[in-house]
C-alpha cells in the first residue's frame, strides 16, 4: 500500500488540535475502529485480518531455577 501524498492538506496548530475534540466525542467502539484502522495502515495490512503472530521465535521458560526464585 503507497501513501496517497495528495490526499492530505496542510493544516494550523489550531485545525490539528480540533481533531482530538472530534476524537473525544466518538463511542468506544469508534475509537477501537478508528484505532484498527490507522494499525493495519501502518503495518500494511488495510482490509485483510490481523496477522498472526510467529510463535516460533519465542519459547517458554521458568523463572525458578533449581527450586530458588533468586
Known amino acids: 500500500m503507497k501513501l ?3 490526499a ?7 485545525e490539528a488540535a480540533d481533531h482530538q475534540k472530534q476524537y473525544k466525542n466518538l463511542s ?3 475509537k477501537r475502529d478508528v484505532f484498527l ?3 493495519q495502515a ?3 495490512f488495510v482490509g485483510s485480518d ?3 503472530m ?4 519465542f519459547e517458554v521458560r521458568s523463572l ?7
Open 4 to 6: 496517497d501524498k495528495k
Open 8 to 14: 492530505f492538506a496542510i493544516q494550523s496548530f489550531e
Open 28 to 30: 468506544e467502539e469508534e
Open 37 to 39: 484502522h490507522l494499525m
Open 42 to 44: 501502518a503495518y500494511g
Open 50 to 52: 490481523w496477522p498472526k
Open 54 to 57: 510467529d510463535k516460533d521465535y
Open 64 to 70: 525458578i531455577k533449581d527450586g530458588s526464585t533468586s
